[in-house]
């Protein structure tokens, strides 16, 4: 969703794909510790979709069929640069999403540990 709509905003697909990783490194940190599995099982499992496969395949293809890619109207550098630059945006946006959701999440836990104490407390100043 955070892909189609920073797409529908006009950026490019890397900039997409980094938006949408820094989200998905976002969520996982919390789903992670509620469902006590390690954030990177989830993190893993939200970027497949993201993954430049089809960019490296057509980049290798266009280096052995150069003819192909001057009749595609494109080159090998570019699909290559393109998955070089998607497989940055991943690991640069699921790492930034990992550390902001770290902080949120402690910051959350860190809260409800200072509300639960101070309920605790005003139970105890009651039954005085």
């Given at each position: 969703?955070?892909y189609?709509?920073t797409?529908?905003?006009?950026?490019?697909t890397?900039?997409?794909?980094?938006?949408?990783?820094?989200?998905?490194g976002?969520?996982t940190?919390?789903i992670?510790?509620?469902?006590?599995v390690?954030?990177?099982?989830v993190s893993?499992?939200g970027i497949?979709?993201?993954?430049?496969?089809?960019?490296i395949?057509?980049?290798l293809?266009?280096?052995?069929?150069?003819?192909m890619a001057?009749l595609?109207?494109?080159?090998?550098?570019?699909?290559?640069?393109g998955a070089?630059?998607?497989?940055l945006?991943?690991?640069?946006?699921?790492s930034?999403?990992?550390?902001?959701?770290?902080?949120?999440?402690?910051?959350?836990?860190?809260g409800v540990?200072?509300?639960a104490?101070?309920?605790?407390?005003?139970?105890?100043?009651?039954?005085?």
């Amino acid at each position: 969703l955070a892909y189609l709509i920073t797409g529908q905003l006009g950026f490019d697909t890397v900039v997409a794909t980094a938006f949408a990783c820094v989200v998905v490194g976002l969520i996982t940190q919390p789903i992670a510790g509620r469902f006590h599995v390690p954030a990177l099982a989830v993190s893993t499992a939200g970027i497949v979709a993201f993954l430049p496969g089809s960019m490296i395949y057509r980049g290798l293809y266009y280096l052995t069929e150069p003819e192909m890619a001057t009749l595609a109207g494109t080159s090998a550098a570019t699909h290559l640069w393109g998955a070089a630059a998607t497989g940055l945006a991943i690991a640069g946006g699921i790492s930034l999403g990992a550390y902001f959701g770290r902080l949120a999440d402690r910051n959350v836990r860190a809260g409800v540990g200072a509300a639960a104490k101070a309920l605790a407390r005003s139970r105890a100043d009651n039954r005085e």
